[in-house]
């Protein structure tokens, strides 16, 4: 790999697989990927590490793969963790501003967020990413992104805290010193996903985002183009082939067979006597493949329900006026986009490919498959100015925040005030 031309690399962990990118950086617009692999994760469930061992040989294997399609060895990256124990919760911190001129320096700033954290400390979670979401200037109407040499009496920061566990931290880290790899930062999984898979324009309008992997579910709603709201269900693919496996009684190999090649979530796609081959445990079988269907909707209609709950508790399917984003492995299956607007009642469609991300024409289709989103959305964010993730200290739940969600939005410019 050429030394004139800056590069990043990008390892997503996820419940079965393990992607790798690795881009040669032309422009924050411009980001060649030149290596890519992905291999199978054995080491975890739903979403945690279950297997160290296991998990460190599945990096292993993806890095030294895309190593060799690069010719180039990597030393560290930025890496994706995954989210099943993430707490996401709303802080404020307010400051004056204590200098004769009054004009806002990054003191201010980080005295705000210091302030904001101070009421939210866990001794056993650890602060992986602050979001700033705005910052109000001497209590006026309009929030700013960059108070830096702004004048003012006092600026009060708004920011989305996400906290893991430490041993979730800690395992992860054992995981790449353990592959031989160094940590350039850990962003979470859901804000990598989001960068990758959304359009400014969404964000800016009011867009939820559903990432269904194998062992978790993650949902962000962005508002007036803040993240507003992040959520984490412990379930995913892997539980749809559970439940194909249980009632059909197969392995789960051939459960996950079956579902990649006729699962769908629309009955009305399904033809009345469409059969399907199948290898059950006493033998081969035949079952019709609306029989699947129904197996494979009775969860999806669990996950999604779940999801409409907390979207309505929270007041935040007012503000959709882009509707949802569908993203990750489990989101392919036939049907989806139906699926979905049937049951939170909005638009909805697949993640948009990041056309910053590019790779010559043998790779590109490769590239864009649903896999190797977050990888991608990580090079993407190790490019962004806003520094979302701050390695500081730990935060506790706030009860305040789901209360006044309730109360909905007045206008497109105070959705996140009435939020909070």
């Known amino acids: 790999m050429s030394e004139a031309v800056p590069s990043v690399v990008a390892i997503d962990i996820g419940t079965h697989k393990v992607s790798v990118l690795i881009a040669k950086v032309h422009a924050p617009d411009n980001i060649q990927v030149v290596g890519m692999a992905t291999a199978r994760n054995r080491g975890m469930s739903k979403g945690k590490i279950v297997n160290l061992d296991k998990v460190i040989s599945a990096i292993k294997n993806a890095v030294s793969e895309a190593e060799n399609m690069a010719e180039c060895r990597v030393h560290s990256a930025w890496v994706s963790i995954p989210s099943t124990d993430l707490k996401s919760y709303y802080a404020v911190g307010r400051t004056p501003i204590a200098n004769p001129e009054q004009i806002i320096t990054t003191n201010e700033v980080v005295r705000a967020l210091e302030l904001a954290k101070a009421s939210h400390i866990e001794a056993d979670h650890y602060l992986i990413s602050a979001v700033p979401l705005g910052f109000e200037l001497d209590n006026t109407e309009q929030w700013v992104t960059n108070p830096i040499h702004m004048a003012a009496q006092s600026i009060t920061g708004h920011y989305q805290l996400m906290m893991l566990p430490l041993s979730t931290m800690q395992n992860l880290d054992r995981a790449m010193k353990g592959a031989n790899v160094g940590v350039e930062r850990m962003v979470v999984s859901g804000l990598a996903t989001a960068e990758a898979s959304l359009l400014q324009d969404e964000k800016d309008y009011g867009v939820c985002l559903v990432d269904i992997g194998a062992g978790t579910t993650n949902v962000a709603v962005y508002l007036d183009g803040r993240l507003a709201l992040s959520k984490t269900y412990a379930v995913g693919g892997e539980h749809v082939t559970r439940d194909i496996a249980a009632v059909l009684q197969m392995t789960t190999d051939e459960a996950e067979r079956i579902k990649v090649l006729h699962g769908c979530v629309d009955l009305n796609a399904v033809k009345p006597d469409h059969m399907i081959n199948v290898q059950g445990i006493e033998g081969p079988q ?29 007041g935040a399917i007012h503000g959709l006026y882009h509707g949802v984003v569908l993203t990750g492995d489990v989101c392919q299956i036939e049907g989806m986009v139906n699926f979905t607007r049937r049951m939170l009642g909005v638009s909805a469609h697949l993640g948009n490919p990041p056309l910053q991300v590019t790779a010559d024409d043998a790779h590109l289709a490769a590239l864009r498959r649903s896999q190797y989103a977050t990888a991608a959305g990580l090079l993407m964010y190790s490019q962004g100015e806003t520094p979302d993730a701050m390695e ?29």
């Open 392 to 420: 500081i200290v730990e935060v506790t739940p706030s009860r305040k925040v789901m209360s006044r969600l309730k109360n909905g939005w007045d206008s497109l410019n105070n959705k996140l005030k009435s939020i909070f």
């Open 286 to 314: 035949t079952i019709s493949r609306i029989e699947l269907s129904e197996i494979i909707i009775a969860r999806y209609e669990e996950i999604f329900r779940t999801i409409h709950a907390d979207l309505i508790q929270t």
